[in-house]
């Protein structure tokens, strides 16, 4: 598992649950996630080596997605095993594995397991990414 240091300060990542108001019988052996990820594509950098994030060439995309994770791959697990999960998390929703993506991302998990998941209806996370190429058009060139 190798993290690609985020030069770029625009990639974020915010990680929320969403709790049920009352006890319920929803399936207790995996974490729903829904992921809302906002690609921003920027044009290719200019000749001084600075992308232009003004210019009316960069363009953005959203993708939506649910997906269940056993909850076994987090609950009782260290602090690598978790940050491995996360990483093919991300590559399964076509996100690079940023650092400061899987920081942040790992923290809230860590936070989220402690807290009364017996009420946990899901997990929202929403992603905003800085790529040179959307994920349909092949793989994802990050900067």
Do not use: W
């Amino acid at each position: 598992m190798e993290c690609i240091v985020d030069d770029v300060s625009d990639s974020t990542c915010m990680v929320t649950p969403i709790y049920y108001s009352k006890e319920t019988t929803q399936d207790r052996q995996t974490f729903l996630f829904d992921f809302e990820v906002v690609y921003t594509k920027v044009p290719e950098p200019n000749s001084d080596g600075e992308s232009d994030y003004m210019s009316s060439k960069v363009k953005t995309r959203t993708t939506n997605q649910l997906q269940r994770y056993g909850r076994d791959e987090f609950i009782g697990q260290d602090e690598e095993q978790i940050k491995a999960t996360i990483y093919e998390i991300l590559n399964d929703v076509g996100v690079p594995p940023y650092l400061g993506i899987m920081k942040t991302f790992a923290e809230e998990i860590q936070s989220i397991l402690n807290s009364p998941l017996e009420k946990l209806e899901k997990i929202k996370v929403k992603i905003e990414v800085v790529a040179h190429m959307f994920p349909e058009d092949d793989e994802i060139d990050v900067e």
